[in-house]
Every structure is written in C-alpha cells, then in structure tokens.
C-alpha cells in the first residue's frame, strides 16, 4: 500500500497518523495526570445504575478525590470489590475507625438494605485504604450516557468506527 502512494499522499498519511497518535498520548497522560492528582486509580466514573437516586442518576459523570485519609458518615464513595470489574458509587452509612484502619458500611440511597451482600464473601465492612477508589467531589448530569450507549450496544460501536471512517475518507479528497 505504501509503496502506491507519492510522496506527498505518503507524507499526509504520516502526518494523520502521527496526530492521531498525539491525540491518544495526550489523552492518556491527561487521565494518568489526573489519577496522580486525585489520588486515585480511576478519577472519573460514569454512574450505571439508579441505586443512588435522588442524589445521582444513570449516565451522571463523577469526579472523584481520594486525598483525604477518612471518609465521614454521609460521604459518597466509590469502591471495588473483589471478583466485579465495575466500580459501586454509595453512601457511607457506618464508620469504625482504628489507629490503624478505617471500615465503611455503604448502602445505595434507592436500596432498601445496606451493601454486605455486594462486599466478598464474609466481609461485612469496606477497607477504606483498599478498596475505596475515592469520594465524590462534583458531578455533571447526563453526560455519560455515551459511554453507556457504547458499552451496552455492540452496534453503536460499529456505528461509531464507521462514521468516522467514512469522515476520514472524505477528508482525504
């Protein structure tokens, strides 16, 4: 393919891959930058359920701080828990602090219980240093719902890659 091209259409088509290639980097150290800020592994989340309803609602982006050694009672947090590869976006609703550690209970404002049956087996209370990803410091609206579309349909994905292929194609002429 390459050796059909001329010169310059060789050039062009180095120098879209090279932007191409710069947009991928700089997106990538923008979230590395941010997760060495916040302090956390993941300082955006996109909320997926409506187990927070009132306070958020499905496709709310979250943005997180994992700064603070404590959480209080009435904070938001988001954790992970072993063996599920979502994070959960909770309230804390129980607090046990050590010298050494801090326990949370968390419980989704619109669930009637609290959140032990989604912890791992026999563990009733959340390490805050191990598993709690951070605790929710602002918010948009709405605004990840793209992100759901895309994750949970396989064709607006497909959609998506052809639309901009078809954009780069006529971007070409």
Do not use: C
Request: glycine residues 6%; positive net charge; charged residues 20%.
């Amino acid at each position: 393919m390459l050796t059909k091209l001329s010169g310059s259409q060789l050039r062009q088509t180095l120098v879209q891959a090279l932007s191409f290639s710069l947009v991928l980097t700089t997106a990538f150290m923008f979230w590395k930058g941010l997760s060495v800020i916040t302090d956390s592994p993941s300082p955006i989340v996109v909320v997926l359920s409506g187990s927070m309803e009132p306070a958020f609602q499905r496709g709310d982006i979250l943005f997180l701080w994992n700064r603070n050694p404590k959480v209080k009672v009435g904070d938001i947090v988001v954790y992970n828990v072993n063996g599920r590869d979502i994070p959960i976006v909770h309230r804390v609703v129980r607090n046990h602090v050590s010298p050494s550690k801090q326990l949370l209970l968390t419980k989704g404002d619109n669930n009637g219980l609290d959140d032990v049956e989604l912890y791992s087996y026999k563990q009733y209370y959340l390490n805050r240093e191990k598993e709690v990803i951070g605790a929710v410091k602002a918010y948009v609206p709405w605004a990840g719902y793209i992100t759901i579309l895309l994750s949970e349909n396989v064709w607006a994905k497909y959609l998506l890659l052809a639309t901009m292929g078809i954009l780069a194609a006529f971007q070409r002429d």
